[in-house]
Nanobody
């Protein structure tokens, strides 16, 4: 069974940085993972795309994080990261890892990121 496991969330001060990690585990081959992405959902709001990265390494970012976020994958392509800098309170949300594997979408359980002084 495929699982996505996020880590790296927590409490961060405004202006600070964090790095989220997502590990894809289970009976998968790296070439089966076409796209990976980070989404986030703030209280009482819909889940929105933060950034995505395709197998060849093409990236996209939400306007709200452009210039502050960097999404990346390791060479084996089962690990994905999100580096975010200059965090502000509007970045507070549960961050979810997403992967499209063999045409099926998978979601992680989410990791809470709270930006507060």
């Amino acid at each position: 069974q495929v699982q996505l496991v996020e880590s790296g969330g927590g409490l961060v001060q405004p202006g600070g940085s964090l790095r989220l990690s997502c590990a894809a585990r289970g009976p998968i081959f790296t070439f089966d993972i076409r796209t990976m992405a980070w989404y986030r959902q703030a209280p009482d709001k819909q889940r929105d795309l933060v950034a995505s990265i395709t197998r060849p390494g093409i990236t996209t970012y939400a306007d709200s994080v452009k210039g502050r976020a960097t999404i990346s994958r390791e060479n084996n392509k089962t690990m994905m990261y999100l580096q975010m800098d200059s965090l502000d309170v509007d970045d507070t949300a549960v961050y979810y890892c997403y992967a499209l594997i063999e045409g099926r979408p998978y979601w992680g359980q989410g990791t809470q990121v709270t930006v507060s002084s």
